[in-house]
């Protein structure tokens, strides 16, 4: 069964009147009323893949009167025409979440919140494992530009006129092409911050550059 029939199955079995609310006779029969839409043309995804849950309704002033029920209850809600229809739909999560507690789809609330938890922290991984992987591609290639500038120096007998601190740091830069300027910093014999590293290996690519252009 889809996530949207086993929805439909919990409420079917529900009560239609919950004595132990705390709820007003009218904010019941307004949930009563949006239980019953649901039941009858309501569909959502399986919260997995997307979310959505709407609710189709023959005409536009139906589907203003959901939309208003559902403001009621501070729940989030569009409107769109699909056919000879329209329909009232959500894509919030927590909006989605607030409607199923709110037609009493217990059951549905605590699976949906279980998906949500584990894609939400699939989706934080990825997010975690792109932005490495873009700050590791951004340092090899800063590094390999950095390298081949010492080798031009070195091969157009330049690098021993260096002063001592950029000598140092470009024969570190050689041997730990691989590191951050953060960790290269903490290797010097004395030690430096990143913007310090940042700012002597640029000091390497400008005078290889500018030797470059007298070529």
Known sequence: MSFASDIKEELMGLKMWDVNSSMEQDEQMLRLLIREAFIKSGFINDPDKD???EVLLKDKEKAEELQTMLNNFKIDSKITKKGQGYIVYIKDGEDIVSFLALIGASKAVIK??????????RNNINR?????TANITKTMNAANTQIESIKYLKKHRKFE?????????ANLRVKEPDLSYE???????????KSGVSHRLNRINNIAKELQGHE
């Open 128 to 132: 975690i494992v792109n932005c490495e």
């Open 112 to 121: 949906f919140e279980e998906i949500r938890v584990l894609k939400d922290a």
């Open 161 to 169: 006129t260096l002063p001592e601190e950029l000598k140092e740091i």
């Open 51 to 53: 979310y959505h849950l």
């Open 183 to 193: 960790e290269l910093g903490k290797l010097l014999d004395k030690p430096i911050s």
